[in-house]
């Protein structure tokens, strides 16, 4: 699976939007890209997918460029509660030639400030 | 409805003895995964399993760990001679099947696993 890079922390006010980039610059073509988060002792949590489209779901946006080499998560309004890692992995399914693993990198630990 | 609960929440054993970690997926779900996440590190894929066998074990880390899902359904991961390095926060998840264009993962909460 591709590798992906992502700023280890950030932090954002309470009430903003909080935008958080991911670099998969070696993507391949039928690779989605995946965002899930782990609040502080719980098990991750998936947000949002995505293969070339913008997204947006309930909890967040996704950007993806027209290269497909980056995405940006976007909560459009942060809360104290949105504090956790954010992880961007990008997989493409076993039927596909993949596999089911989720391949975590470190993730970029967002901070919530009131 | 319910999610993955995994079983027991932590779990202190001496270095040497035998653990069983016990996880319940989300029913009907019938792909089950183990990962384990060490302190500061995000989560490591350890196995796969598409009902009742294990589709991919290649995280595995070494002959000390198995798992099994007999029914399909519940999943146990049993880890013999435990090492100090074995100390973790082990992960279950579900999803609905696998193999799909996009799988959404569903994870429990986690067993917290310290060797002394």
């Known amino acids: 699976d591709a590798k992906t890079t992502q700023p280890p922390s950030m932090d954002c006010a309470e009430g903003r939007a909080a935008n958080l980039p991911c670099n998969h610059s070696?993507?391949?073509?039928?690779?989605?890209v995946y965002w899930y988060r782990q609040i502080h002792s719980q098990g991750p949590q998936y947000i949002i997918h995505?293969?070339?489209n913008n997204e947006t779901n309930e909890m967040a946006s996704l950007i993806i460029t027209e290269d497909r080499k980056s995405s940006t998560l976007i909560l459009p309004h942060a809360t104290l509660r949105d504090t956790a890692v954010y992880y961007c992995?990008?997989?493409?399914?076993?039927?596909?030639?993949?596999?089911?693993?989720?391949?975590f990198g470190k993730g970029t630990k967002l901070t919530v400030n009131p | 409805g319910a999610g993955v609960s995994q079983t027991p929440s932590n779990k202190v054993t001496e270095k040497g003895k035998y653990v069983e970690l016990r996880c319940d997926p989300i029913?009907?779900?019938?792909?089950l995964y183990w990962y384990r996440q060490s302190l500061g590190q995000g989560p490591e894929f350890l196995i796969y399993?598409?009902?009742?066998?294990?589709?991919?074990d290649s995280g595995l880390p070494n002959d000390r760990f198995f798992a099994v899902r007999p029914e399909g359904s519940v999943s146990t991961l049993k880890i013999q001679r435990t090492e100090r390095g074995d100390s973790a926060v082990y992960l279950c998840?579900?999803?609905?099947?696998?193999?799909?264009?996009?799988?959404?993962?569903?994870f429990g909460p986690g067993t917290r696993l310290t060797v002394l």
């Open positions: 992995i990008v997989r493409v399914s076993e039927t596909q030639g993949g596999s089911e693993k989720l391949v």
């Open positions: 998840a579900s999803s609905l099947f696998g193999g799909a264009l996009y799988n959404e993962q569903f």
């Open positions: 029913s009907g779900h019938t792909a």
């Open positions: 399993f598409q009902g009742t066998g294990a589709a991919d």
């Open positions: 070696t993507i391949s073509g039928n690779e989605y």
């Open positions: 995505g293969l070339k």
